[in-house]
Antibody, heavy 122, light 112 residues
Framework: QVRLVESGGGVVQPGRSLRLSCAASGFTFSSYAMHWVRQAPGKGLEWVAVISYDAVHKNYADSVKGRFTVSRDDSKNTLYMEMNSLRADDTATYYC???????????????WGQGTTVTVSS | EVVMTQSPLSLPVTLGQPASISCRSSQSLVYGDGNTYLNWFQQRPGQSPRRLIYKVSNRDSGVPDRFSGSGSGTDFTLKISRVEAEDVAVYYCMQGTHWPPYTFGQGTKLEI
């Protein structure tokens, strides 16, 4: 079955970096755009980034633009998020999610991973 | 950026009774191809989000038929015909028409 497993979360000091990974299985990873979505403790969902199936197009939320970089390695069926200059307000559970495409439009997430927690604190 | 506004933010319900959640967008979610990319997600306590409904009214595989979505333009509704205990969760609407960014509603907490 379709499965997404995030890893790489942890406690990090403000200003430092962290790399998240998301291992995909059960579907043709290279055919799908992929998202990162985060959820601060007790808060709602915030879209963070999307990468196209071919890695040509990448889009970011304004809150992370210039600090976070999304990438993928289709040979490893893995999605990544490089997070630099981390701030306290980046503290959240980070989910990877598969995109949906109807032949005309990419329009958001269907399958989600279980999430990995990032805590930015001194 | 399209702002998604849900109401109510908290919804006390009685088992076996219906429930309804409203979601409004700050601009029309109709795309140029005529589709409306409005999705609903359920997040049970301690779990990841799960998509229930896509493109306004299409139920995902495995979603009970007591869940239904409706609406058009800027006004959308998620309805549960008869609430069950397993439906306790936070429900989010999300638009996939005008991105980036994809935007979510604030979430509605369904409580028994």
């Amino acid at each position: 079955q379709v499965r997404l497993v995030e890893s790489g979360g942890g406690v990090v000091q403000p200003g430092r970096s962290l790399r998240l990974s998301c291992a995909a299985s059960g579907f043709t990873f290279s055919s799908y755009a992929m998202h990162w979505v985060r959820q601060a403790p007790g808060k709602g969902l915030e879209w963070v980034a999307v990468i196209s199936y071919d890695a040509v197009h990448k889009n970011y939320a304004d809150s992370v633009k210039g600090r976070f970089t999304v990438s993928r390695d289709d040979s490893k069926n893995t999605l990544y998020m490089e997070m630099n200059s981390l701030r306290a307000d980046d503290t959240a559970t980070y989910y990877c999610a598969r995109d949906t495409f109807d032949g005309v439009r990419n329009y958001g997430m269907d399958v989600w991973g279980q999430g990995t927690t990032v805590t930015v604190s001194s | 950026e399209v702002v998604m506004t849900q109401s109510p933010l908290s919804l006390p319900v009685t088992l076996g009774q219906p429930a309804s959640i409203s979601c409004r967008s700050s601009q029309s979610l109709v795309y140029g191809d005529g589709n409306t990319y409005l999705n609903w997600f359920q997040q049970r306590p301690g779990q990841s989000p799960r998509r229930l409904i896509y493109k306004v009214s299409n139920r995902d595989s495995g979603v009970p038929d007591r869940f239904s979505g409706s609406g058009s333009g800027t006004d959308f509704t998620l309805k549960i015909s008869r609430v069950e205990a397993e439906d306790v969760a936070v429900y989010y609407c999300m638009q996939g028409t005008h991105w980036p960014p994809y935007t979510f509603g604030q979430g509605t907490k369904l409580e028994i």
